[in-house]
């Protein structure tokens, strides 16, 4: 199975008692699948049923019992045939042992994958728990969920359990549901299972994890609270925005005949000379300049090299404040969360042992941070602590970026005080609004709506669901919101209907108009700016001034873009310019990734040698960028790979090439993390056949 692909199996709750929200439920589900088609189309999924009146599954076969649970759809990597499966669920006729059907879907994950990609099998329960679990033949229901929470750590499986309750449930025995729920309980603390309480579609909808998107560190490092005194810490992102699914541009020119054409359009940007239009002037002969006042400043990439700050990887300790003195409102881009590094128990002691002194005093911590060796900005933020609650959990603490001078906006208006008496509310008025702004969103014994957590994106929601439909159906119109989703965008009606009283009220002893929408005037092109440009922070044109250059008039007018893919043309410099990106940690993978299928591309379409100087130079870009990025194990095993590809096709002569100019693999003083010894170095020059020894 290829790597940080997922199998997902599907147990759903079909008996009499869900019967109410198995519509809500085929929506979701679906939406599940659909997203996998985009973001997932390798991951593989399965789909058990329980409830139904029929009973298919191996288990029966070979030992007896497990009646009633029923297998939809075996493991098979996912497609629309699984989308079409989950839109029209089955209504059953019997009460469903959700125990039984989490042992068969564990059976058939074992059977499918056996002791293999631990962590990325999981299993997805949709129930309500409601009906009575069967008592086990040998010991107590405890018992036999212990038995059942081990193997499922033993196997690398997790648990997701999403209970129907509320609105998507109908009343049911309390003493059954207060067993079932405990024991689900069990499994939370026994294995890994996530277990989630919803009551409305909207919930639901937000309640299962769409996409599995694999936890990446963006520093591991020291903490350095002194010269003396560091704690080993690891950095993710806690949140993210959600982008939307990248669009690409397609060509329908491909013969139709051709099943293997990709359709994908390939962009290349040439700048020619003015006084010679049909010339392509070369990257070395262009130079990129500023505007300052009326002037153009030529500015070399030399002397850009220079000028740029240097940094160590690293996060010190500025020092501590009161909790009291960092405004919300300073925080800014995405959270991080610090935690000890992984099995180091004096780290995770260290870190805990900080944390509860800053919460006991209120205090917050001010560090400084460089995510990575060479990174061109450095990051001031606040280090907020997060006590766990959870015996396995250990504290940690959650991190935000705080503003210098220049980002922070100061936006200063008069006082409501200073506004004539006439303009000002009377005290009915006041206690109009106030009442008005009393509408709870979190009404006392009901769940709290729209929490962050259970809230899905409506904009993204709806654009995958037009998406599947532009699938099947080309010339399909856009539908017409959701019900789910339109609770989200508008008032809740049962919260309007409740105060329409207080409502009423304030509309009828306040002026209320129209808000009429003024057309606004059409927006000026942005400045012409060059291809790959990432000053568009700063606000600063690059201008190509070297020999009066111009862009071809294929670019004219377009406005600068951030690399995103390395070219043709520039391929070195667009590898350059991605690992830069620091808006996102999944580009410097990328960037990698993209300039090792470059280099094999270069190699492999290569006729008399012709690609192998401008291959020699992508390959020491990439040897370069694996070093600062401190990646050694993903250069070492390329250069491995790509010396057994060209011996294997005949290419022995690019292997000759390389290894005289000195080409070898990264040493551990290069990269701690490098298996290639100092001592070993020279025996890694590349050879006929390349071989890396670990270090003792």
């Not at 198995?22 to 939406?31: A, F, G, N, R, T």
């Not at 639901?204 to 080993?232: H, M, Q, W, Y």
């Not at 004096?346 to 560090?367: D, H, P, Q, T, W």
């Not at 790979?641 to 100019?661: E, M, R, T, V």
Request: with cysteine.
């Amino acid at each position: 199975m290829a790597r940080n692909k997922e199998a997902l199996l599907l147990l759903l709750d079909v008996g009499p008692t869900t019967h109410d929200a198995l519509s809500e439920v085929e929506k979701v589900c679906s939406m599940l699948l659909q997203k996998k088609l985009i973001y997932g189309k390798y991951d593989e999924v399965g789909i058990i049923l329980f409830g139904t009146q029929e009973t298919k599954n191996e288990l029966t076969t070979e030992v007896g019992g497990y009646e009633n649970v029923f297998v939809l759809r075996h493991i098979k990597v996912v497609d629309g045939d699984l989308v079409d499966a989950v839109r029209e669920l089955p209504r059953g006729t019997v009460a469903g042992d959700f125990l039984d059907a989490i042992v068969v879907g564990m059976d058939m994950l074992i059977k499918k994958y056996g002791p293999t990609i631990k962590g990325k099998k999981r299993l997805c329960l949709i129930t309500n728990a409601l009906c009575p679990i069967k008592e086990p033949h040998e010991g107590t229901k405890d018992d036999q969920v212990g038995v059942i929470a081990s193997q499922m750590t033993a196997q690398g499986m997790k648990l997701e359990c999403i209970v129907l309750r509320g609105k998507l449930s109908n009343d049911g025995n309390k003493k059954i549901m207060d067993e079932n729920d405990r024991l689900l309980n069990v499994f939370s603390k026994k294995t890994w299972a996530r277990i989630v309480y919803v009551e409305s579609a909207t919930s639901l909808l937000g309640a299962i994890r769409t996409r599995n998107i694999a936890p990446v560190t963006i520093f591991r490092g020291d903490l350095e609270l002194s010269s003396r005194l560091k704690i080993k810490v690891w950095v993710y992102k806690k949140t993210s925005e959600e982008k939307f699914p990248t669009l690409k541009k397609y060509s329908d020119k491909a013969p139709p005949t051709d099943k293997f054409a990709t359709h994908e359009v390939k962009v290349d940007y040439e700048y020619k000379s003015i006084e010679d239009p049909s010339r392509v002037v070369p990257p070395e002969q262009r130079i990129k300049g500023y505007r300052y006042g009326p002037h153009v400043i030529p500015i070399s990439s030399a002397e850009l090299e220079a000028v740029k700050f240097t940094t160590e990887k690293g996060v010190k300790l500025l020092g501590f404040t009161d909790a009291s003195i960092i405004q919300r409102c300073y925080y800014m881009k995405d959270v991080s969360i610090f935690i000890a590094e992984p099995g180091n128990r004096s780290a995770v002691l260290a870190v805990s042992a900080l944390a509860r002194a800053m919460k006991e005093m209120n205090k917050v911590a001010i560090v400084r941070c460089v995510w990575r060796q060479g990174q061109a900005s450095v990051v001031v933020g606040v280090l907020t602590p997060n006590l766990s609650d959870k015996q396995n959990v250990p504290d940690s603490f959650y991190f935000n970026v705080l503003p210098f001078a220049e980002d922070v906006r100061e936006f200063r208006f008069p006082s409501f005080g200073s506004l004539p008496s006439t303009w000002q509310p009377t005290e009915h008025q006041q206690e109009l609004a106030d009442n008005l702004v009393m509408l709870d969103l979190a009404p006392p014994g009901n769940e709290e709506m729209l929490q962050p957590d259970l809230t899905p994106n409506p904009v993204l929601e709806r654009f995958y669901r037009f998406l599947e439909l532009k699938s099947k159906h080309p010339d399909a119109a856009v539908p017409p919101l959701d019900e789910t989703l339109e609770r989200i965008t508008t008032p809740d009606p049962e919260l309007c209907s409740q105060n329409k009283s207080v409502i009423d009220e304030f509309i009828k002893y306040f002026e209320v108009k129209d808000n009429l929408k003024i057309k606004k005037s059409a927006k000026r092109l942005p400045r012409e700016k060059p291809s790959g440009s990432d000053e568009e922070k700063e606000d600063l044109q690059d201008t190509h001034i070297a020999n009066r250059l111009k862009p071809s008039d294929s670019i004219e007018n377009s406005s600068a873009v951030k690399v995103e893919k390395i070219g043709d043309l520039t391929p070195v410099q667009d590898f350059e310019a991605i690992l830069q990106r620091t808006d996102n940690p999944d580009w410097v993978n990328k960037a990698i990734e993209g300039m090792k299928k470059k280099i094999h591309d270069l190699v492999e379409d290569s006729h008399e040698r012709d690609n192998y100087n401008k291959a020699l130079e992508c390959l020491v870009a990439l040897r370069k960028g694996c070093i600062l990025e401190q990646e050694p194990k993903e250069f070492n095993d390329f250069l491995q790979y790509i010396s057994k590809f060209c011996q294997k096709n005949g290419l022995s002569d690019f292997c000759d090439f390389i290894a005289s100019k000195g080409m070898t693999f990264i040493t551990k003083t290069q990269a701690p993390d490098s298996e290639v010894t100092d001592d070993n170095a020279k025996s890694y020059v590349i050879a006929k056949d390349p071989k890396v020894e670990s270090s003792s």
